[in-house]
């Protein structure tokens, strides 16, 4: 199963019916630090390890979450540009659903809506997108976590890992039921995820950023407060020595 | 192997169109299988069902939507190409019902689905899009009476109208199963345990490895012609049944 000729455009199928446009795409996401999302019983939290290029880089500058409207938000996996263009795309579309039903969108809705632009990218003459989103949000529909990939694919989760690290992340993940758990017990469990899979020898600068919305922060998506996500970090790095022994 | 396969929408000089032939290879991405039978006064499609991930919810997964209240529609190939032209379905039907007054039959909206099918084949710039739909509602004739109505929409444009097809990975297999046990003018219980039946024998599964957890089943019927879905209680009846029976 050559990519051959057929691997130049999304347009274009290969002889065995593969976009590999697409799966190249998805490979460039995961070429970037693990980006993790988790749905508890009273919120939604995400998490992820951010890849520092060099010490000079101002660590709060290069913020990889952002928020979508009050009480959604996202973290970009992959290329960062890309994922910048998307979450514009999606504050666009979140804003106008707000302007013409009066509600704040549905995280079902906001995810659908970016899934269709997205895989307008991967049918035409254009390149796909390099970048997933993790979205999370907390509107009347309830806590709901979506995964927005570069194929234009989006699945309801209760939780979800991206990037580098995504497969021993996946395997902790499933060892937890977070729709049980509160978001800042979640937190220290992503925190041990987020540390257990970095990888020390490749990338010795990075950095976790989190965020969230829950009940407590009434249903706004924030930044996870400094002294809490120091808190959870000690914690997290302590709880992964455990796993990387194993 | 470049002079041979075309990356465009061109003819070969045998006169085939190869994009439109590998588009046809994606249909079995999921490696799903489907089964649209017709009844007496009954349309059914009994769709395989699996959660590719442990962390996904559940009832996130579908293949088989409403396009109207009364026309359904099973999705099969590539995921995002099929939300993508169940919105278009939808969209279709919605401008019908908004510009005429009532809303369109199933016939109709298979056409219309086949036209924009047939568009992405010649379209330069555009690859078809891997998906190959079963649509399924009652349709009403020139005389006011309900007949059920199957048809598949594929990549190439194609829409007919069938009294039993399948489609998937496992298509050739159930089609052939299906020459042989269906009968016309069955009632709604024989025709979902041909379904049901037709699909276990294909998939090469003993009589209770299938159960309702793997099954989508959704019906139309003349005396109640909104497009429903069988509950998982009813559809583990009907697997018993078919146990009992042989």
Redesign the interface.
């Known amino acids: 199963m050559s990519s051959?000729?057929?691997d130049?455009?999304?347009?274009?199928?290969?002889?065995?019916?593969?976009?590999f446009q697409v799966d190249y795409a998805i490979k460039a996401v995961d070429a970037e630090g693990t980006a993790l999302g988790v749905c508890c019983k009273d919120g939604v939290v995400l998490g992820v390890e951010k890849l520092i290029i060099s010490k000079m880089v101002d660590p709060k500058s290069n913020t990889r979450v952002y928020a979508i409207d009050r009480q959604a938000g996202c973290v970009i996996g992959g290329m960062l540009p890309d994922g910048r263009h998307l979450v514009s795309r999606l504050r666009d579309e979140v804003q106008n659903f707000r302007g013409l039903y009066g509600i704040p969108c549905p995280g079902e809705i906001a995810s659908?809506k970016l899934?269709?632009y997205?895989?307008f990218f991967?049918?035409?003459?254009y390149r796909p997108f390099g970048a997933a989103l993790i979205i999370a949000s907390y509107a009347d529909d309830g806590p709901q976590l979506y995964l927005a990939d570069p194929?234009?694919?989006?699945?309801?989760?209760?939780?979800?890992a991206i990037g580098k690290g995504k497969t021993l992340a996946?395997t902790e993940?499933?060892k937890i039921d977070f729709s049980k758990i509160s978001c800042r017990e979640a937190l220290d469990e992503i925190a041990k995820v987020l540390y257990a899979v970095h990888d020390d020898q490749k990338d010795k600068q990075f950095e976790l950023e989190f965020a969230w919305v829950t009940d407590d922060t009434e249903k706004c998506f924030t930044r996870v407060p400094d002294d809490i996500a120091e808190a959870a970090k000690t914690k997290g790095k302590q709880a992964a020595e455990g796993i990387e022994k194993n | 192997?470049?002079r041979s396969?075309y990356?465009?929408s061109v003819f070969s000089p045998e006169g085939r169109l190869?994009?439109v032939e590998?588009?046809?290879?994606?249909?079995t991405?999921e490696a799903l299988t489907n089964v649209g039978l017709v009844g007496k006064d009954c349309a059914v499609v009994v769709a395989q069902k699996k959660v590719p991930?442990?962390?996904?919810?559940v009832?996130?997964?579908s293949h088989v939507f409403l396009v109207t209240k009364e026309i359904g529609i099973n999705v099969c190939g590539?995921?995002?190409?099929g939300?993508?032209i169940l919105?278009d379905a939808r969209q279709h039907a919605g401008e019908f019902h908004e510009k005429y007054g009532y809303q369109c039959d199933v016939t109709w909206l298979a056409r219309r689905l086949g036209e924009n099918a047939q568009h992405?084949t010649q379209h330069a710039?555009?690859?078809?899009?891997?998906n190959i739909s079963i649509l399924f509602a009652m349709e009403k004739d020139d005389m006011g009476v309900s007949h059920p109505k199957i048809y598949t929409v594929d990549p190439a444009g194609v829409a007919i109208g069938y009294y039993a097809t399948a489609t998937g990975q496992k298509d050739n297999e159930v089609k052939q199963v299906l020459e042989k046990a269906y009968k016309k003018d069955m009632t709604l219980e024989e025709t979902i345990m041909c379904g049901i039946q037709s699909l276990q024998k294909s998939l090469g599964a003993n009589e209770n490895s299938l159960t309702a957890a793997d099954l989508q089943i959704s019906i139309v019927t003349a005396d109640n012609p909104k497009c429903r879905f069988v509950d998982a209680t009813t559809v583990e009846e009907y697997i018993t049944k078919i146990v009992e029976r042989d």
Request: overall charge neutral.
């Open positions: 051959g000729d057929h130049m455009d999304a347009n274009v199928y290969s002889p065995d019916g593969m976009v659908k899934c269709k997205t895989h991967t049918i035409s003459g194929s234009g694919q989006r699945y309801s989760f209760h939780a979800v996946k993940l499933e | 192997m470049s396969t990356d465009i190869y994009q590998y588009s046809f290879k994606t249909l991405t991930d442990k962390l996904l919810k009832d996130s997964v590539r995921v995002p190409d939300a993508a919105d992405y710039g555009y690859r078809p899009l891997g």
